[in-house]
C-alpha cells in the first residue's frame, strides 16, 4: 500500500487513525482485513467476533481497521459482500464447464462442501438488530447475485431439455439449501452408498429436477 509523502525533509505525519504500513503479502490492507473477517464471521457468527479480534488475526492494529470501517456492522456487511462476490465468481466458473447440468452441480457441490461455515440465515438473524436497512440490503444483493447465477444455470438446463420446467428461482434456494448439509460432513459422509456427500446431495436433488423424475439415490 502506497502512502503520499511530504516533499519537505520532516517525516509525514499520519492523520488519526491512519493504518501502518504492514507486510500483507500480495493483498492490500483493506483487502486482508475483509478476508480475515469473513472468514471469522462465516466461522463463529456475528457476536462472538470483535472488531480487536479481526486486527489481531490480520496483524493490524485496531485502529487500521476503524480507518476503513467505521463500525463492526459496517465491516460485517464489506466482508459478508465481498465474499458473496467470490462465491458468485466461483460458481459461475463451475457452471460454465463442460459436462452436462449434472456433472457440473457435482463439481459446484464439492467446492462448496470442502469449506464448511455456519448457517447463513442463522447469522443473519444474529447480526440483523446491528444493521442498518442500507447495510441489509446490501447483503441480500450480494446473496441475490449468487441465486442469479445459478437461476440461469438451470434455465439453461430447461431449454435444452435437461430438467424438467419448474421455478428456477426456486430451485437454486432448494438446492442452496441442500448443500448447507455439508456443515454436518462428519455425520453425513459415507453411508450406505458409499459415495461422496457432494455427490449424494446432487443425487437427492436430480430425482426431483430429472425429466423422469426417477433417479436413483
Known amino acids: 500500500m502506497k502512502f503520499s509523502m511530504s516533499k519537505s525533509k520532516e517525516p509525514a505525519k499520519r492523520s488519526p487513525g491512519r493504518p501502518k504500513v504492514v507486510d500483507q503479502g500480495t493483498l492490500p490492507m483493506r483487502d486482508a482485513i475483509l478476508r480475515m473477517a469473513s472468514a471469522l464471521f462465516m466461522e463463529m457468527g456475528f457476536e462472538p467476533v470483535s472488531v480487536n479480534q479481526v486486527a489481531e488475526k490480520t496483524g493490524v492494529t485496531k485502529a487500521s481497521v476503524y480507518y476503513y470501517f467505521t463500525s463492526k456492522a459496517e465491516l460485517f456487511t464489506a466482508s459478508v459482500s465481498e465474499m458473496m462476490g467470490r462465491i458468485r465468481e466461483s460458481t459461475l466458473y463451475h457452471l460454465r464447464q463442460t459436462g452436462d447440468l ?45 441465486h442469479d447465477a445459478v437461476t440461469d444455470g438451470f434455465i439453461e438446463a430447461m431449454e435444452k431439455g435437461e430438467i424438467a420446467k419448474a421455478n428456477p428461482l426456486l430451485l437454486s434456494h432448494a438446492f442452496g439449501s441442500l448443500l448447507m448439509m455439508g456443515n454436518r460432513a462428519s455425520e453425513l459422509a459415507g453411508g450406505s452408498s458409499g459415495k461422496p456427500l457432494a455427490e449424494q446431495i446432487v443425487d437427492l436433488f436430480w430425482c426431483g429436477i430429472s425429466q423422469n423424475s426417477n433417479g436413483t439415490v
Open 102 to 146: 449434472r456433472t457440473r452441480l457435482n463439481q459446484l457441490a464439492a467446492a462448496k462442501l470442502r469449506h464448511p461455515h455456519i448457517e447463513f440465515e442463522s447469522m443473519m438473524r444474529e447480526a440483523m438488530p446491528s444493521l442498518s436497512e442500507e447495510q441489509r440490503e446490501r447483503i441480500r444483493s450480494a446473496e441475490q447475485r449468487i
